[in-house]
């Protein structure tokens, strides 16, 4: 599981169902990832140690209040 399995519960598999993830499916996800640095790299760009770190503590808080699933 790249992902983990909660992701795969979320959308009705069961455990003995889980996926194997491939050597493909690695790579398709560190491809994904790289791409996703790139788009939001440009645009974060522009905040300051401080306004990361603000932006960062906001991400957080919220993570932290929505109840997991």
Known sequence: MIQ???NYKIHGWSQDELPVPTQKDQDLMYQAHQLTNQLVSTPFSV???ASQQAFI?????????????
């Open 4 to 6: 983990g399995s909660e």
């Open 57 to 69: 503590s906001g991400l957080r808080a919220i993570a932290l209040a929505v109840p997991a699933s």
């Open 47 to 49: 905040l300051d140690e």
